[in-house]
């Protein structure tokens, strides 16, 4: 579209809300779709949290926020990072933003001069690549594959980098591959980061709570990775709040002043009902939202189990977040249902129009050769979705 600019034209379109509305298309036309595409927990936030937000409303919270955020958010936000985290963040270093997805956005906006590389270990959150050409940087993916748990190794990373290496940005627990980094591999990474001292980490934690291995690592634990790692969370995952829209970052203290600024420009500030509900859900203990997490777990077994009952199904055991990655290589080259499979979107698009049961491409996420299935699905839907996958490709 000549009439916009190149900014907008050279963006992908999300393409996890792309199937999204494709399945909601195929469903007003009658059909009985199931929705794996999402990456949105089927459940109600919270009580004790939707209370709060309308205690909120009853208060007369009305107002602009400040930029970054109520100062007892921030409180809250600072004493989750130390007790879940063992964090020590001030003020100066938080700043609330509309969802991770926006602190990500402020982050590349104002750490990136145009041609600045940010490395991407694949696969990666959809919207990282397109966040980083936005703000005129070039992604550089590091791939990854099935083999190695879907984890880049120190000698890959290293390999990567080049004089142009501003950042890398990553999520642990990841979407879509489920890995999750534990201290010593961090740890590993750091030891080649530290030679590069300029290099800026992004370590996304928005999954942080749905681990089912245990320890959740951060890259700013390290001492000498604090000073130059931005911390990225939000509610949207672990409390069910996706459309609530509040995410945060702890960062250096330049950093989040930047954010600031950016966001004082663009946003004024995240909408103040939320934050409001938001401080009453990071001071109630975890244990308050662990009935979601267990519920993921078994949800996690059920759905790997069937998957293993696949031929051609190559998949890892996830360890956090809720989605499985599997490979279906082995798919490309068919024709299954008078449909030939060149490549995972094909294979993405036969499950949609031939078993209803919409996945994502693993191309979305720089990973060809796989799709994401998300479990955050009630497990008669998993039940259904397999028992349709496994109809089709009989
Ligand atoms: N980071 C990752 C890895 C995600 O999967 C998502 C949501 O899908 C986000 C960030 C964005 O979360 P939010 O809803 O807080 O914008």
Same mark, same amino acid.
């Not at 590389?117 to 005129?136: D, G, N, R, T």
């Given at each position: 579209?000549?009439?916009?600019?190149? +900014?907008?034209?050279?963006?992908?379109?999300?393409?996890?809300?792309?199937?999204?509305?494709?399945?909601?298309?195929?469903?007003?036309?009658?059909?009985?779709?199931?929705?794996? *595409?999402?990456?949105?927990?089927?459940?109600?936030?919270?009580?004790?949290?939707?209370?709060?937000?309308?205690?909120?409303?009853?208060?007369? %919270?009305?107002?602009?926020?400040?930029?970054?955020?109520?100062?007892?958010? $921030?409180?809250?936000?600072?004493?989750?990072?130390?007790?879940?985290?063992?964090?020590?963040?001030?003020? *100066?270093?938080?700043?609330?933003? @509309?969802?991770?997805?926006?602190?990500?956005?402020?982050?590349?906006?104002?750490?990136?001069?145009?041609?600045? &590389?940010?490395?991407?270990?694949?696969? %990666?959150?959809?919207?990282?690549?397109?966040?980083?050409?936005?703000?005129?940087?070039?992604?550089? &993916?590091?791939?990854?594959?099935?083999?190695?748990?879907? $984890?880049?190794?120190?000698?890959?990373?290293? #390999? *990567?980098?080049?004089?142009?290496?501003?950042?890398?940005?990553? *999520?642990?627990?990841?979407?879509?591959?489920?890995?999750?980094?534990?201290?010593?591999?961090? +740890?590993?990474?750091?030891?080649?980061?530290?030679?590069?001292?300029?290099?800026?980490?992004?370590?996304?934690?928005?999954?942080?709570?749905?681990?089912?291995?245990?320890?959740? #690592?951060?890259?700013?634990?390290?001492?000498?990775?604090?000073?130059?790692?931005?911390?990225?969370?939000?509610?949207?995952?672990?409390?069910?709040?996706?459309?609530?829209?509040?995410?945060?970052?702890?960062?250096?203290?330049?950093?989040?002043?930047?954010?600031?600024?950016?966001?004082?420009?663009?946003?004024?500030?995240?909408?103040?009902?939320?934050? +409001?509900?938001?401080?009453?859900?990071?001071?109630?203990?975890?244990?308050?939202?662990?009935?979601?997490?267990?519920?993921?777990?078994? +949800?996690?077994?059920?759905?790997?189990?069937?998957?293993?009952?696949?031929?051609?199904?190559?998949?890892?055991?996830?360890?956090?977040?809720?989605?499985?990655?599997?490979?279906?290589?082995?798919?490309?080259?068919? @024709?299954?249902?008078?449909?030939?499979?060149?490549?995972?979107?094909?294979?993405?698009?036969?499950?949609?129009?031939?078993?209803?049961?919409?996945?994502?491409?693993? &191309?979305?996420?720089?990973?060809?050769?796989?799709?994401?299935?998300?479990?955050?699905?009630?497990?008669?839907?998993?039940?259904?979705?397999?028992?349709?996958?496994?109809?089709?490709?009989?």
């Amino acid at each position: 579209q000549e009439k916009l600019s190149n +900014r907008i034209n050279a963006m992908a379109t999300s393409q996890t809300l792309a199937m999204a509305a494709k399945a909601r298309e195929l469903k007003a036309e009658g059909k009985d779709i199931i929705g794996l *595409s999402l990456g949105e927990p089927d459940f109600n936030t919270p009580d004790f949290i939707k209370d709060a937000a309308i205690q909120a409303i009853n208060d007369n %919270y009305n107002s602009y926020t400040p930029v970054d955020g109520y100062v007892e958010l $921030k409180d809250a936000i600072i004493s989750k990072f130390k007790r879940d985290n063992d964090l020590t963040y001030d003020r *100066s270093q938080i700043v609330v933003s @509309t969802g991770a997805k926006q602190s990500l956005a402020n982050v590349a906006m104002v750490v990136l001069n145009p041609g600045d &590389e940010v490395l991407l270990p694949c696969p %990666y959150w959809v919207s990282y690549a397109e966040i980083v050409k936005l703000a005129e940087g070039v992604p550089v &993916e590091v791939p990854t594959s099935v083999e190695t748990n879907f $984890k880049i190794t120190p000698e890959q990373l290293e #390999a *990567s980098i080049t004089p142009k290496t501003k950042m890398i940005w990553y *999520s642990s627990p990841c979407n879509p591959s489920g890995m999750v980094y534990s201290k010593e591999e961090l +740890r590993a990474l750091a030891d080649v980061l530290k030679k590069y001292p300029d290099i800026v980490v992004v370590s996304d934690e928005i999954y942080e709570h749905i681990n089912f291995v245990g320890d959740h #690592a951060s890259m700013a634990q390290f001492e000498d990775m604090y000073d130059r790692t931005v911390t990225v969370n939000g509610v949207s995952k672990a409390f069910a709040m996706t459309g609530w829209r509040i995410g945060y970052i702890g960062a250096p203290a330049y950093i989040a002043r930047a954010c600031n600024k950016m966001q004082g420009q663009i946003t004024s500030g995240a909408n103040c009902i939320a934050q +409001r509900a938001v401080i009453t859900a990071l001071e109630a203990p975890v244990s308050k939202i662990s009935h979601m997490i267990d519920t993921f777990k078994s +949800r996690r077994k059920l759905i790997i189990d069937h998957l293993n009952e696949i031929d051609g199904f190559v998949t890892t055991e996830p360890q956090g977040a809720f989605y499985v990655f599997p490979n279906i290589s082995a798919f490309f080259g068919k @024709t299954i249902d008078d449909t030939k499979i060149e490549n995972a979107s094909d294979f993405s698009m036969l499950l949609l129009e031939k078993a209803n049961v919409a996945t994502v491409t693993g &191309e979305a996420f720089g990973n060809p050769d796989c799709i994401r299935i998300s479990y955050a699905a009630s497990e008669s839907q998993i039940e259904e979705a397999i028992k349709r996958i496994k109809e089709v490709l009989s």
